[in-house]
């Protein structure tokens, strides 16, 4: 069982750790939601494009 005391030192251990955080501004925040964003559609047509061949040769072996 965790004592409330423990409970304590987790909760200002944390909020001490947290204060040490360096976090990204604003325009980074942005462009890295770019990067991913850009990445995901060029990935998402990239597999489209893989599994519209794939389906076309694989049927083309069928028939």
């Known amino acids: ?3 409330i005391a423990e409970t304590k030192k987790f ?3 944390a909020r001490s750790e947290l204060r040490k955080v360096v976090w990204p501004t604003k325009q980074q ?3 890295s939601t770019w990067v991913v ?3 995901t559609f060029v990935l998402a ?3 489209g494009l893989v599994d519209l ?4 040769g694989i049927g ?4």
């Open 53 to 56: 061949f794939l389906s076309k």
């Open 45 to 47: 047509a990239f597999l």
């Open 60 to 63: 083309f072996i069928i028939k």
């Open 1 to 3: 069982m965790i004592s």
């Open 29 to 31: 925040t942005m462009s």
């Open 37 to 39: 964003v850009v990445v």
């Open 11 to 13: 909760i200002t251990d």
